[in-house]
């Protein structure tokens, strides 16, 4: 009995010890330890603070221009971002940002600001055009918080995430400059890919693409409460890579969001180019969608194109959506596009679909349980 008692607690200390691999702290109490901390006032400073302290201000200052803030940081670090920090105009690739670590805790201060200056390289082409810096901040981590982070007009992609155990919490991402003359573009919100346990809530995205794009090889993840407007959609991406590992993606749950002004609401895409992989297990929960241009739920598998050639690479089983309400506006408008290959869809139940204003009929060539297309 107390042989079993004395596992009993090793056990527990063993699963407590997995699950808080930092201890968790909020701002003010992280704010209040100033004693601890080393200012970063410039960019010259940083290599070198990184390397010697765990407890990290970043200032406002400007990143010189073609240069990645690298904060390659040390276990269990915490790191503030104070002020506004911005980069260098250049023609180059990126990233703007580069955050890796294990245990790691990076929090936004109440006024601080990331500014991307995409103002500075938008013309209307996204990805063509002049050369932008692909991503404003990638992240590597494992076991981990971001917090309250704001970030202002990515040239191109905002937030690239591949890493386990991370939660990202109220992240306010702001690109409603790229709506003047339609000039940004491709500018996609938040993504993961080859990721695990992955928790993104309480966030606000305007922006020009997908607003949290989930990638292949990303399983057991939640995207909640987060609200965007302009984007293309909560999407799922797959088939980019060669093998069923790296385009696999299963037990994905957006839920309690909504979705406005945007080309998209639930955009389930798969590319008839690449390699195996199955989508398993992805749920839409309480979506809210607002005046979409184009099509409210499109699952199809003959993306991007869009020409009804899908193919059957990627098994899409157990596409769950329950409660998805909303409103379509304008010409192109469609409630439901679904366009499968050729048996690889199987197993989707939908409820509490009722999506208003279209004005063109469903196209569906499969049919989820519970609901008529
Ligand atoms: C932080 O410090 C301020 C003033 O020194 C104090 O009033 C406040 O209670 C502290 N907050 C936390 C969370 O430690
Ligand atoms: C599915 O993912 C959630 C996290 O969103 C996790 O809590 C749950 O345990 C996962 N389910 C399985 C069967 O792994
Ligand atoms: C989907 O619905 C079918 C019947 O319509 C049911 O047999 C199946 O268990 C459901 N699957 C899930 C994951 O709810």
């Given at each position: 009995m107390i042989l079993h008692l004395k596992s009993f607690v090793f056990l527990l200390i063993v699963v407590v010890s997995i699950a808080h691999g930092y201890e968790p702290i909020d701002y003010q109490t992280a704010k209040n330890l100033t004693a601890d901390y080393c200012y970063v006032n410039?960019?010259?400073?940083?290599d070198s603070i990184v390397k010697s302290c765990r407890y990290i201000v970043i200032q406002g200052f400007e990143v010189p221009a073609g240069k990645t803030l690298n904060l390659?940081?040390?276990?269990k670090t915490v790191l503030l971002f104070e002020g506004t920090l911005t980069f260098g105009m250049a023609?180059?690739?990126?990233?703007l940002i580069s955050i890796s670590g294990y245990d790691i805790q990076v929090m936004g201060g109440t006024n601080h600001l990331i500014h991307g200056h995409g103002e500075k390289y938008?013309?209307?082409?996204?990805?063509?055009g002049v050369k932008k810096p692909r991503k404003v901040m990638t992240i590597n981590a494992h076991g981990g918080s971001f917090k309250n982070i704001n970030i202002k007009n990515?040239?191109?992609?905002c937030v690239a995430i591949v890493g386990t155990d991370l939660t990202f919490s109220g992240f306010n991402i702001d690109?409603?400059?790229?709506?003047n003359n339609n000039?940004?573009?491709?500018?996609?919100?938040m993504s993961f890919s080859q990721s695990n346990n992955i928790l993104i809530e309480n966030c606000k995205i305007w922006n020009q693409d997908d607003c949290v794009n989930v990638l292949g090889g990303s399983t057991n993840s939640l995207v909640r409460n987060v609200h965007c407007w302009?984007?293309?959609?909560?999407s799922i991406t797959s088939?980019?890579?060669?093998s069923e590992k790296l385009n696999s993606i299963s037990n994905i749950t957006f839920e309690d969001s909504s979705i406005g002004?945007?080309?998209?609401g639930i955009h389930v895409k798969t590319l008839p180019t690449g390699g195996p992989g199955i989508l398993d297990r992805i749920t839409y929960r309480n979506i809210q969608i607002t005046d979409?241009?184009?099509?409210a739920i499109e699952a199809h598998q003959?993306?991007?194109?869009?020409?009804?050639?899908?193919?059957?690479?990627i098994k899409i089983t157990n596409l769950n959506l329950i409660g998805v309400t909303g409103t379509v506006k304008g010409s192109?408008?469609?409630?439901v596009r679904i366009n499968c290959g050729?048996?690889?869809?199987?197993n989707w139940n939908w409820s509490g679909i009722k999506i208003t204003g279209a004005q063109n009929k469903d196209e569906c060539n499969f049919h989820p349980n519970g609901y008529s297309c």
């Open positions: 410039s960019y010259n400073e940083v390659n940081l040390q276990k023609y180059w690739d990126g990233p938008w013309d209307g082409q996204g990805d063509g990515c040239p191109l992609f690109l409603q400059d790229g709506f000039l940004g573009r491709n500018t996609d919100g302009g984007s293309h959609g909560f088939g980019m890579a060669d002004g945007s080309l998209g979409v241009t184009r099509f003959d993306y991007p194109n869009e020409d009804g050639k899908s193919s059957n690479n192109s408008t469609r409630s050729s048996g690889s869809c199987s």
